[in-house]
């Protein structure tokens, strides 16, 4: 996995990403009255998910948000649509 380089102009930019998009999984989670534990059904494992729901920054590829978007029943684009 490839983490963004904090010398890089788009560094914050991706951090504000990264923070929105934590914050979408977590509320679409609770949303559907799923656990945590519910996402190992999407081949997410429970650790994995617990660090993408606490620290931001771990959202990092592609694979993971294709994963989570099933989750909910989303497409990828649906998924980074935020409010």
Known sequence: MQRPNADSAYYDEF???QEKLQQRIVTLRNNKN???EDMADYELSLRQ???MEQD???I???WQLFKIA???GLKVDELL???
């Open 49 to 51: 998910y617990q660090r």
């Open 15 to 17: 951090l504000q990403l």
């Open 56 to 58: 931001p920054q771990t």
């Open 34 to 36: 799923m656990v945590q």
């Open 60 to 62: 990092v590829s592609l």
């Open 70 to 72: 099933k989750a909910h």
């Open 81 to 83: 649509h935020f409010d």
